[in-house]
């Protein structure tokens, strides 16, 4: 039976409105990281044609200190039990600091609970449910397709100016891929190129600390146009390389005021608690945006593999392109 459309969704009175909550019956707690299966995985193949490898993560300690004020970057120590043998350990790990995935713990549905409907007292420390291990134990696999909106507004003599955060629209997305010759496929792994990390490490610091102090970061727009396009598609992943892939702050005109109150609006509860799309945070997607625009071809065999940590909220993306 076909899955319902997104504004069939919005109708749902078995489930909160707007969710996917119940539909993957097979492996219900990966939500549309079930897109993404052998099929896909398979198909994905085909994109690996030069052999080279793209790391998709920056460095642990690349973003210091953290865009989030609640964050802060790891700090390294070494020891060692006699002079031959050397351990380390790492004090302050925040997973979810630099380039990450975001399980499906990660936000709540006001009013509704956690992913499918998942007990409060369930989301805790070694807890199996929902945690970030079930995409580490089947790790997120398939076509990673970039889209290049970076390119596609240098192209037309409107770069962003992501010292003022603008926010995107999904009109943007398909704009991008008309101009690429693409188009989604169902299970696609999406990875959003805006080239606002890319900015953000090398602007000045001036600019870094009013960016943070601001908490203002290029991102789409809290949108139901945004939800509908993501489910609509049937994506399994949307990975971009803003700070939180919907823009801060929150806009105005946020379809969701109402259903998000706790957080201003954000659009984190509709795609994570409600959808359940894995979403990836500060992606490094600079070399292999470049990449994308010498050769002509967009798409990859794209790996995430979480850390396999039994009751994660979040992890470090691990993420690997393949072309």
Not at 108 to 114: D, I
Not at 268 to 276: D, S
Request: glycine residues 8%.
């Amino acid at each position: 039976m076909p899955l319902p459309t997104y504004q069939q969704l919005t109708r749902r009175t078995d489930a909160p409105p707007g969710s996917s909550w119940h539909l993957f019956p097979d492996q219900p707690e990966r939500g549309m990281a079930n897109f993404a299966g052998p099929a896909q995985i398979r198909r994905a193949t085909a994109c690996v044609t030069d052999g080279r490898a793209f790391n998709l993560d920056y460095p642990l300690d690349a973003f210091d200190p953290p865009m989030s004020k609640a964050r802060g970057i790891p700090h390294h120590r070494i020891t060692a039990k006699h002079d031959q043998a050397r351990d380390d350990v790492l004090d302050n790990f925040h997973l979810q600091a630099g380039t990450q995935i975001d399980g499906l713990r990660h936000r709540r549905a006001s009013g509704h609970g956690f992913y499918n409907g998942v007990p409060d007292h369930e989301i805790t420390p070694r807890s199996p449910r929902l945690g970030v291990q079930l995409w580490a134990e089947v790790p997120l696999a398939g076509r990673g397709l970039l889209i290049d909106i970076e390119g596609l507004l240098q192209a037309r003599g409107t770069p962003l100016a992501h010292f003022d955060g603008p926010a995107l629209t999904t009109s943007l997305l398909d704009d991008a891929l008309e101009a690429q010759g693409c188009s989604v496929e169902p299970g696609d792994l999406l990875l959003v190129h805006t080239g606002w990390a890319h900015w953000y490490l090398t602007t000045t610091a001036e600019n870094r600390r009013e960016t943070r102090a601001r908490r203002r970061a290029t991102g789409f727009a809290q949108s139901r146009d945004f939800a509908a396009w993501c489910w609509d598609h049937r994506i399994a992943l949307m990975a971009t390389d803003t700070f939180a892939v919907e823009v801060l702050p929150v806009l105005d005109s946020s379809d969701f005021h109402d259903s998000a109150p706790e957080d201003d609006g954000m659009m984190h509860q509709e795609l994570i608690a409600k959808l359940g799309l894995p979403l990836g945070e500060l992606w490094n997607l600079h070399a292999l945006a470049e990449d994308c625009r010498t050769t002509g071809r967009w798409d990859s065999l794209l790996t995430v593999k979480p850390l396999n940590l039994t009751g994660g909220v979040g992890s470090p993306a691990n993420a690997t392109a393949l072309r």
